[in-house]
């Protein structure tokens, strides 16, 4: 691991604490914290700080290299078709 990519690390410790940009939930082992870049580098993003946030590594594998409204776009749909599957299985009771 870089200095520059420990640096950043640090900093956004620092600033936000250990919570994951893309959950919101407490990232309680060092050992699951990635940087996971907003605009991912593969799309002509940067690694600096401003383009960079601390999520779980799970949280940053499932985002892969989506732009955030991809994602955002994707986590919707999943979301609806979680809940139609739930309704047609009779899970899902009002």
């Known amino acids: ?6 640096s950043i690390k640090l ?8 919570r994951c940009a893309i959950c919101g939930k407490k990232i309680r082992n060092l ?16 690694h600096t700080i401003d383009n ?8 940053n594998s499932l985002k892969n290299d989506k732009m955030p409204e991809e994602f955002e776009k994707a ?7 979680v809940l139609i599957m739930r309704i047609r ?6």
């Open 11 to 18: 900093q956004l410790l620092w600033e936000n604490g250990r």
């Open 89 to 94: 299985k009779g899970i899902l009771f009002w």
């Open 52 to 59: 960079c946030q601390l999520a779980h590594k799970s949280c």
């Open 31 to 46: 050992d699951e914290l990635t940087v996971d870049h907003i605009v991912p580098k593969s799309k002509g993003g940067r």
């Open 1 to 6: 691991m870089s200095s520059r990519n420990n």
């Open 75 to 81: 986590l919707r749909y999943n979301r609806k078709r």
